[in-house]
């Protein structure tokens, strides 16, 4: 076989990974690889298939071409080693990732966030998360990013490390990130799980100047988890006035909300709730929102309303 057939080979692999259809790139691979004993593929194409073993979860074939890439001398290449992260990351094969990151000169932040995404995952690495987050936090290069906030922050809220959650605050102000709507709902998320809503929470939300409805839920159930009642129900109130519409999971938050009022007020406003969402066809099929009108009902004593939701 000519080596412009492996040319061609590698643009269908790639072709494969590029439109997610992986399980017919590591087939269309791996049926080369045993027709041809001179394939040599190039870096591009191994770190496509790695691509599609992580979206597969095909770790086994994702050592073997670990082992292959080295053998090729690909390992230095940026993209064999972020795919190759990305892999062990998401197959939970996290001595793996540490152990191939610690190999990585000077790793970019995109590295550090797959790792540290991967160690997040793992309860039992709760620790070893932080200990790198911290790590990160004292060298000069690279400089965490969004995505990194985004990861660490509900790994403190989960530990109630507010002390953790503070520094990267400070780190996102330092940067200019408080006013990114993905950093700021996360940090009104992690303020609202350690008890700090009416002040660190609610103060991250009014810094983000493009609230989604994310930032509206977020604070809802923050004031809800806190047993805020009123504040909660004040902050749907105003989002209902606002340009942001609820979605599922706003119903979810503020429907035990209204639970909690007085029967005769819970039951008006519950009964508006409802009718808002039956005139929103995507609201009414959300398993999740019929579940939250059935609790409410059954909550306030009118049961025979929320069997009607069966």
Wanted: charged share 20%; hydrophobic share 45%.
């Amino acid at each position: 076989m000519h080596e412009p057939h492996f040319k061609a080979w590698g643009d269908v692999i790639r072709d494969y990974c590029t439109n997610a259809r992986h399980r017919e790139a590591v087939s269309f691979f791996l049926q080369k690889v045993r027709s041809s004993l001179v394939f040599k593929p190039s870096y591009q194409v191994l770190s496509s298939v790695l691509k599609s073993c992580a979206a597969l979860s095909a770790l086994h074939l994702g050592k073997t071409l670990h082992g292959h890439s080295l053998k090729l001398g690909h390992l230095s290449c940026l993209c064999i080693s972020k795919a190759l992260l990305n892999l062990y990351a998401k197959s939970g094969a996290l001595d793996d990732s540490q152990k191939l990151f610690g190999q990585i000169r000077s790793p970019d932040i995109v590295l550090w966030n797959i790792v540290l995404s991967g160690l997040a995952g793992s309860k039992r690495l709760e620790a070893e998360t932080m200990r790198m987050f911290n790590n990160l936090h004292l060298v000069q290069d690279p400089k965490m990013s969004s995505v990194t906030v985004c990861i660490v922050l509900p790994l403190c809220a989960r530990l109630g490390d507010l002390d953790a959650g503070k520094r990267a605050h400070s780190f996102v102000i330092k940067s200019g990130l408080d006013t990114h709507t993905l950093v700021g709902n996360a940090l009104i998320s992690m303020y609202a799980k350690c008890g700090r809503v009416t002040t660190d929470a609610y103060a991250a939300f009014t810094c983000i100047p493009d609230k989604d409805v994310v930032s509206w839920n977020a604070i809802i159930a923050g004031f809800a988890e806190n047993k805020l009642i009123n504040d909660a129900f004040r902050m749907f109130c105003r989002m209902l006035k606002g340009s942001t519409a609820p979605n599922y999971a706003t119903i979810a938050n503020v429907l035990p909300v209204c639970g909690s009022l007085e029967k005769s007020t819970a039951y008006c406003i519950g009964r508006q709730i409802h009718s808002f969402v039956f005139q929103r066809m995507e609201l009414a099929a959300e398993i999740s929102v019929c579940n939250a009108l059935m609790t409410f009902y059954l909550r306030i004593g009118t049961g025979r309303r929320g069997r009607d939701l069966i």
